[in-house]
């Protein structure tokens, strides 16, 4: 269970860092973002709306990411890991479609960084499988 608590804090931490900054502060999250080169502003034009809500798509994912990770019921962590896998897999298709703007360093970077969101929730619902639900009360 440590194990699959650790993955969902990690996807917990990795959607809270872009969604607190994306959402605080839009236009420093477009020109900045992750921090060592711009992935956002070579796509197109600033929208802060846009900006803004997409940090709250992602700290709404963290919040429930932190909360599979204090409580990981399957109820929870498999549909969660599902909708996260989705999410990243049309993230992932997307960018990979659009990497023109981007060095061949920052593309494969973020190409990776984007592949390893993906992997995550699937390795968080495996052990949500593997572990053995608790009995009903009959």
Known sequence: MAG????????????ALPGAWATSAPRS?????????AW????????????G?????YVAFAVLFAWAAWRPAGELVLPLCAAWALFSVLHLAWHAAHTAPFSAADATAMLGSLALV????????VLAVQR???QAPT
């Open 40 to 51: 956002v502003a070579p796509l197109g034009p600033y929208s802060g709306h846009l900006v």
């Open 132 to 134: 053995r639900p608790e």
């Open 118 to 125: 993906l992997i995550l929730p699937g390795a968080a619902a």
């Open 29 to 37: 999250f477009y020109e900045h973002f992750p921090g060592v080169s």
């Open 53 to 57: 809500d997409v940090g709250a798509f």
């Open 4 to 15: 699959l608590r650790a993955i969902l804090a990690a996807l917990a931490a990795g959607a």
